[in-house]
């Protein structure tokens, strides 16, 4: 067996497997919330934006919009946003937060504590490491676009 495709070599398993372990740190804190962490990145970017339409947030999410359009209409049902065709151009749909979406917020405010407790890591070993994902993302993001 060659060594390059032996699993402990690999780059692509630890990724994913600490993906996996991190968003299992997430889960019991957005159940307290009654969020799933797709619904909880969505959320995350409507606190800072209050609007945006979808291609946005998937070009800043990284999904598609077949994975958004259920994921927001489940959002909507439960009255955490508000999906609205634009008035300029009925093709582009508009996400608006709302005020109960807005609320969460505040409940919201412990999870990025309770994550880096989680981790044992302090501030700056969790801005390195993620200055380092977003460097690596941007590379092969940008290889997408040549």
Same mark, same amino acid.
């Given at each position: #067996?060659?060594?390059?495709? $032996?699993?402990?070599?690999? =780059?692509?398993?630890?990724?994913?497997?600490?993906?996996?372990? !991190? %968003?299992?740190?997430? $889960?019991?804190?957005?159940? +307290? =919330?009654?969020? %799933?962490?797709? /619904?909880?990145?969505?959320?995350?970017?409507?606190?800072?934006?209050?609007?945006?339409?979808?291609? /946005? =947030?998937?070009?800043?999410?990284?999904?598609?919009t077949?994975?958004?359009?259920?994921?927001?209409? $489940?959002?909507?049902?439960?009255?955490?946003?508000?999906?609205?065709?634009?008035?300029?151009?009925?093709?582009?749909? &508009?996400?608006?937060?709302? /005020?109960?979406?807005?609320?969460?917020? +505040?409940?919201?405010?412990?999870?990025?504590?309770a !994550?880096?407790?989680?981790?044992? #890591? *302090? *501030?700056?070993? !969790?801005?390195?490491? $993620? &200055? /380092?994902?977003?460097?690596?993302?941007k590379?092969? %993001? *940008?290889?997408?676009? &040549?």
């Amino acid at each position: #067996m060659s060594d390059n495709l $032996r699993l402990k070599n690999q =780059l692509c398993f630890p990724l994913y497997a600490l993906s996996r372990q !991190i %968003t299992s740190l997430y $889960r019991p804190l957005l159940d +307290k =919330l009654g969020l %799933t962490y797709p /619904q909880y990145l969505v959320l995350m970017v409507l606190w800072e934006f209050n609007q945006l339409n979808i291609k /946005q =947030l998937g070009e800043m999410l990284f999904l598609d919009t077949g994975t958004l359009t259920p994921l927001l209409k $489940r959002m909507e049902i439960r009255g955490l946003l508000v999906r609205k065709r634009s008035a300029i151009d009925e093709r582009i749909v &508009d996400i608006i937060i709302t /005020q109960e979406g807005k609320d969460l917020e +505040k409940e919201a405010e412990v999870i990025p504590f309770a !994550i880096k407790e989680g981790l044992g #890591m *302090d *501030d700056e070993e !969790i801005k390195n490491f $993620r &200055d /380092q994902l977003n460097s690596i993302l941007k590379v092969i %993001t *940008d290889k997408g676009t &040549d």
